[in-house]
């Protein structure tokens, strides 16, 4: 199973600004199955893109996933107070999954 | 909308094997995924394996050591860890599908003497 590099480790930024995770994998994930999952302090992760491209339930529209193969990108357009947090890229496209190390997104 | 829940001790011995349960409800276990998924105390998220009707698939680095079985009667699954060390301390979490919709809340469980 593809091995997730996540970049970078940790984003500084004010509220308002625009913020660009980075997830490359190291062999092409088939399907596109790749997800996004938000952790805040003390809370279970939650899902807010899925399939690359795909917002979850509930997930603002301010999320938006792109990306194919490799290399795969979550942005978020305008951040808000509750967006700073920990955000994790995750591949299922093959049958053993596997988590990114993780993007700290943190008050600039 | 399902919901889950983990259950079992939040402490084991080193060398015991560690027994978990996720409690289903809103929905019966079905044709879902069902994963178990760890977060050691301040670290990154660790997918161990899930059953999938009735069959299994393993993190390669922990295939030795875990088994994930279901009792579709009482709507549980649930996760057996074998030969425990300190760094299998850590929060474990259940989780439906192969994207992870629905999480419980995670357990604590702490190996420790």
């Known amino acids: 199973e593809p091995v997730l590099t996540q970049s970078p480790g940790t984003l500084s930024l004010s509220p308002g600004e625009r913020a660009t995770l980075s997830c490359r994998a190291s062999?092409?994930?088939?399907?596109?199955?790749l997800a996004w999952y938000q952790q805040t302090p003390g809370e279970a992760p939650r899902l807010l893109i899925y399939a690359a491209s795909v917002r979850a339930t509930g997930t603002p529209d301010r999320f938006s996933g792109s990306g194919s193969g490799t290399d795969f990108t979550l942005t978020i357009s305008s951040l808000e107070p509750e967006d700073f947090a920990v955000y994790y890229c995750?591949?299922?496209?093959?049958?053993?999954?596997?988590f990114g190390p993780g993007t700290k997104v943190d008050i600039k | 909308q399902f919901r889950l829940q983990e259950s079992g001790p939040g402490l084991v011995t080193p060398s015991e094997t560690l027994t978990l349960t996720c409690t289903i409800s809103?929905?019966?276990?079905?044709?879902?995924?069902w994963n178990w998924i760890r977060q050691p105390p301040g670290k990154g998220l660790e997918w161990l394996g899930f059953?999938?009707?009735?069959?299994?698939i393993y993190s390669p680095s922990l295939q030795s050591r875990v088994t994930i079985s279901v009792d579709a009667s009482k709507n549980q699954f649930y996760l057996h860890l074998t030969s425990v060390t300190a760094a299998d301390t850590a929060v474990y979490y259940c989780?439906?599908?192969?994207?992870?919709?629905?999480w419980g809340q995670g357990i604590l469980v702490t190996v420790s003497s």
């Open positions: 059953v999938y009707r009735g069959a299994t």
């Open positions: 809103g929905g019966p276990i079905g044709d879902n995924y």
């Open positions: 062999q092409s994930v088939p399907g596109n199955f």
């Open positions: 995750q591949q299922y496209g093959y049958s053993s999954f596997t």
């Open positions: 989780a439906r599908e192969s994207a992870f919709t629905s």
